[in-house]
């Protein structure tokens, strides 16, 4: 099977909401790397003693096809570059560096004895931040490399706190696991996944039988610890990478199994069943018992693949699940997508009832 | 004290973070013998029936811009000035498609050698340090 067939879509579902903070620590703590790009390996040497008693983390390279190699294995905050070198000119690797599709920004500085105004507009418009003529003071160097060492790691931190904003807002805040925004936006794309590969693709609607009187009775406290560890559980249940969970609601989860028929999700639901209903949770009240109940449907044949929306395949998995509180909760309902109303042996119970 | 090239001036020194500057420097200077040899083979080619004109000037060409932007960066402004100079001089001649023996550039040879030679006259382990450079 094709590896890309095996991994979600989905990203991972649990995430440190303060990892924003730790980053900024570690990346005031890390050295900036710093690429020289020089043809006259004295000039060069001469840059990168300057350099590291700047507190500059140096690399070199001797022409801009050398600088793009080292650059496609090192992460360099910042390239100082001659202008006039051998194949490729600086101005030319500024060129090749802004077509590149980055993770970070690339702070460019050309570093050349050509001192004329037309030279200096040349490098700029050639994607250069900075431009610097040979021969400034070691003091006038250091301070450029400085506003570039500012200008990237600024960059880092709102690339880094653009990623987590993005994270968070698909993310529920007190589980940790992703939410319904998430559910809404990549079930389609699993669908679709599934359609184009023609591989089953299962979910399962959860609800935690009676939170409501769980709440009133120990408190918001309490309801929130049930609810972190019922998700930390359902996680637990799951295939890592490939099956993912969502907080659709109050008490409510759904799970997303992809490459799953009806039986594989009818097994990931037994076990969390089981899982749920014979370990108490330990909450700030004591232990306390939590149930759940679940329906559980898949969709396995290519026509449901093509036929069956994502608001069809929620609906009939919260069919089921109502199926499984009306018949004494504790338990999951499976049935197949087609089954709009679960009959007696088309549909395949566990729990309570038949145990 | 007149600024020389060894005798560089206000804002020129080094940080005293940068302990080795003073090694890097020394190797460019002592590098300048062998600019010097190369310079005399460059003219030497202008002449030459092997070497074409427009190689000649081009090959003067790069050497005189790598050996500016050294100068520069080690804080020798006077030799830096004479290799632009010729830099330029031969950028003219390569344009201009000139024939061997343009004046101007072999005019600007002339001073680039004779600076070169000075300062190669003061690196010599005889020399005595510290000792002035002539002026161009």
């Given amino acids: 099977m094709h590896p890309e067939r095996r991994v979600s879509l989905a990203p991972s579902p649990r995430i440190d909401l303060n990892d924003s903070n730790i980053f900024m620590l570690a990346e005031a703590s890390l050295p900036c790397r710093v690429l020289i790009v020089e043809?006259?390996?004295?000039?060069?040497?001469?840059?990168?003693?300057?350099?590291?008693?700047?507190?500059?983390?140096?690399?070199?390279?001797?022409?801009?096809?050398e600088a793009l190699s080292v650059l496609d294995e090192t992460i360099c905050q910042i390239v100082i570059t001659d202008w006039q070198m051998p194949d490729m000119d600086g101005l030319a690797l500024c060129r090749q560096l802004r077509l590149r599709p980055v993770d970070a920004y690339t702070y460019v500085l050309i570093h050349t004895v050509r001192d004329s105004t037309s030279d200096i507009l040349a490098g700029l418009a050639a994607g250069?931040?900075?431009?610097?003529?040979?021969?400034?003071?070691?003091?006038?160097?250091?301070?450029?490399?400085?506003?570039?060492?500012?200008?990237?790691?600024?960059?880092r931190s709102l690339r880094k706190s653009n990623e987590m904003n993005r994270r968070m807002s698909v993310t529920d805040a007190l589980t940790g696991v992703h939410n319904r925004r998430f559910l809404m936006k990549y079930l389609p794309r699993e669908l679709e996944r599934s359609r184009r590969y023609n591989h089953p693709l299962a979910v399962i609607s959860c609800d935690l039988d009676d939170f409501k009187r769980l709440n009133d009775e120990f408190g918001h406290e309490a309801g929130d610890e049930i609810l972190q560890a019922f998700a930390h559980r359902a996680c637990n249940c799951i295939r890592q990478g490939i099956d993912w969970v969502a907080r659709s609601g109050g008490e409510e989860f759904v799970i997303v199994l992809p490459e799953t028929g009806l039986s594989g999700a009818s097994r990931a639901a037994e076990r969390l069943r089981q899982v749920l209903a014979t370990e108490p949770i330990s909450t700030s009240s004591g232990l306390l018992a939590v149930t759940v109940s679940m329906g559980v449907t898949a969709l396995e044949t290519a026509r449901d693949l093509s036929a069956v929306s994502v608001?069809?395949?929620?609906?009939?998995?919260?069919?089921?699940?109502?199926?499984?509180?009306?018949?004494?909760?504790d338990r999951a309902t499976v049935a197949a997508i087609g089954d709009a109303v679960a009959r007696p042996g088309e549909q395949t119970e566990s729990g309570r009832a038949t145990h | 004290m007149r600024r020389t090239d060894l005798n560089p001036g206000r804002g020129l020194k080094p940080t005293v973070?940068?302990?080795?500057?003073?090694?890097v420097r020394q190797s460019f200077l002592l590098r300048l013998h062998g600019d010097e040899v190369r310079l005399a083979v460059l003219r030497d080619a202008l002449g030459s029936a092997e070497?074409?004109?427009?190689?000649?000037?081009?090959?003067?060409?790069?050497?005189?811009?790598r050996l500016r932007g050294a100068a520069a960066v080690f804080d020798l402004p006077e030799l830096r000035d004479a290799a632009k100079g010729l830099e330029l001089a031969a950028a003219v001649a390569v344009a201009?498609?000139?024939?061997?023996?343009?004046?101007?550039v072999q005019e600007?040879?002339?001073?680039?050698?004779?600076?070169?030679?000075?300062?190669?006259?003061?690196?010599?382990?005889?020399?005595?340090?510290?000792?002035?450079?002539?002026?161009?």
């Fill in chain 1, 39 to 65: 043809d006259d390996p004295l000039v060069a040497r001469q840059l990168s003693s300057l350099l590291k008693s700047g507190g500059y983390e140096p690399h070199s390279a001797s022409s801009g096809h």
């Fill in chain 1, 311 to 329: 608001r069809e395949l929620l609906r009939a998995a919260d069919r089921y699940l109502f199926a499984s509180k009306h018949r004494g909760k």
């Fill in chain 2, 17 to 23: 973070l940068d302990v080795s500057y003073e090694d």
């Fill in chain 2, 51 to 65: 070497v074409s004109p427009a190689t000649a000037f081009v090959d003067l060409e790069i050497f005189a811009h």
């Fill in chain 2, 96 to 104: 201009e498609r000139s024939v061997i023996g343009e004046p101007r």
């Fill in chain 2, 108 to 136: 600007t040879i002339r001073i680039l050698a004779t600076r070169l030679t000075c300062l190669n006259g003061y690196t010599r382990p005889s020399s005595a340090p510290g000792a002035p450079v002539p002026a161009n």
């Fill in chain 1, 128 to 155: 250069a931040d900075d431009y610097l003529i040979k021969g400034a003071t070691q003091a006038e160097i250091l301070a450029r490399l400085e506003v570039g060492r500012r200008t990237t790691h600024l960059d």
